[in-house]
């Protein structure tokens, strides 16, 4: 498994090239990786990690995000092969082996961006199996793949996906803001969960950091950001969400505090004016 990485974790170790500091995720990885080239055989173009493991700012709470590049649409059996693939890695045992999240694109679907939201196969943080969906399929993992994709097999990422311009990524960015803010408030009660209620908190930080700055960042300097940056009533908030990233598993069942339930909401609506207000355009 080659990698080459655009910033965060050194690479060698023991002259050998690793993807992410952690054994156990790098073996999960190596599997994935084995596994896929098996399937897919001349239909495999390449593998690659997205989210945290590139942009920056993971640690162990963090998902693995990857992306598998196919020459075209996977036919049915491919997928029934990759099926029992998934499902034989989320049952090894490895814990990071539960935490890989990501999509199958067939290589001219990722290259263009205005195909941004068509289904692709995804497997989901903490799932054992494929499921059609646009979760990956967004301009934004174009962004962080071109600019800081991590290669664990293949060509080099950005050879694979058209430059993405300033504008058209600071237009998705701020649809996101808009359209999840106005499901959160028609829907409360779905992210009423400790899991949830941090992790709306240090996305949307980041996310109204991104389009100010016109590139993606870390949940952590999305929270540094907005804690000098944004009405300083909120860093308590932000603060305690950082503080309640560990064990997703565990806080996704247990109910979020009130108060700290309430402010979000608050915070959801307060990101969305600025959102408005100052679409583009670092801020100090």
Same mark, same amino acid.
């Given at each position: 498994?080659?990698? /080459?990485?655009?910033?965060?974790?050194?690479?060698?170790?023991?002259?050998?090239?690793?993807?992410?500091?952690?054994?156990?995720?790098?073996?999960?990885?190596? =599997?994935?990786?084995?596994?896929? #080239?098996?399937?897919? +055989?001349?239909?495999?173009?390449? +593998?690659?990690?997205? !989210? %945290?493991?590139?942009?920056? !700012?993971?640690?162990?709470?963090?998902?693995?995000?990857?992306?598998?590049?196919? #020459?075209?649409?996977?036919?049915?059996?491919?997928?029934?092969?990759?099926? %029992?693939?998934?499902? &034989?890695?989320?049952?090894?045992?490895?814990?990071?082996?539960?935490?890989?999240?990501?999509?199958?694109?067939?290589?001219?679907?990722? *290259?263009?961006?205005?195909?941004?939201?068509? #289904?692709?196969?995804?497997? =989901?943080?903490?799932? $054992?199996?494929?499921? *059609?969906?646009?979760?990956?399929?967004?301009?934004?993992?174009?962004?962080?793949? *071109?600019?800081?994709?991590?290669?664990?097999?293949?060509?080099?990422? =950005?050879?694979?996906?058209?430059?993405?311009?300033?504008?058209?990524? /600071?237009?998705?960015?701020?649809?996101?803001?808009? %359209?999840?803010?106005r499901e959160i408030l028609a829907y409360p009660d779905r992210y009423r969960n400790r899991f949830y209620q941090s992790f709306i908190v240090l996305n949307l930080s980041r996310m109204l950091h991104d389009l100010r700055a016109g590139?993606?960042?870390?949940? &952590?300097?999305?929270?540094?950001?907005?804690?000098?940056?944004?009405?300083?009533?909120?860093?308590?908030?932000?603060?305690?969400?950082?503080?309640?990233?560990?064990?997703? +598993?565990?806080?996704?069942?247990?109910?979020?505090? +009130?108060? =700290?339930?309430? $402010?979000?909401? $608050?915070?959801? /609506?307060?990101?969305?004016?600025?959102?408005? /207000?100052?679409?583009?355009?670092?801020?100090?």
């Open positions: 498994m080659g990698v /080459r990485r655009t910033g965060g974790f050194p690479t060698h170790n023991d002259g050998v090239m690793v993807p992410t500091p952690y054994p156990e995720l790098n073996e999960a990885l190596h =599997d994935l990786v084995d596994g896929v #080239e098996v399937v897919l +055989a001349t239909g495999f173009v390449g +593998a690659y990690l997205q !989210g %945290s493991f590139a942009v920056g !700012g993971f640690d162990e709470h963090s998902d693995a995000d990857f992306a598998v590049v196919t #020459e075209s649409e996977l036919t049915e059996e491919q997928v029934g092969a990759l099926q %029992s693939l998934h499902g &034989r890695i989320f049952d090894e045992g490895k814990e990071w082996s539960k935490h890989l999240e990501g999509s199958y694109f067939p290589a001219p679907t990722l *290259r263009n961006a205005s195909r941004a939201g068509e #289904e692709l196969w995804y497997l =989901d943080n903490g799932h $054992r199996s494929l499921e *059609r969906s646009s979760h990956c399929n967004t301009v934004v993992v174009r962004w962080i793949l *071109r600019e800081h994709g991590v290669t664990l097999a293949g060509p080099e990422s =950005d050879t694979l996906i058209d430059p993405v311009p300033v504008a058209v990524l /600071r237009t998705e960015i701020a649809n996101d803001i808009a %359209s999840w803010g590139s993606i960042s870390s949940k &952590r300097i999305g929270a540094d950001w907005a804690k000098l940056s944004l009405d300083p009533t909120w860093s308590d908030l932000i603060d305690r969400a950082w503080g309640g990233r560990p064990d997703p +598993a565990r806080s996704v069942r247990e109910p979020a505090d +009130a108060t =700290d339930f309430e $402010r979000t909401l $608050r915070f959801v /609506r307060y990101i969305m004016l600025e959102s408005v /207000r100052s679409p583009e355009g670092p801020k100090a």
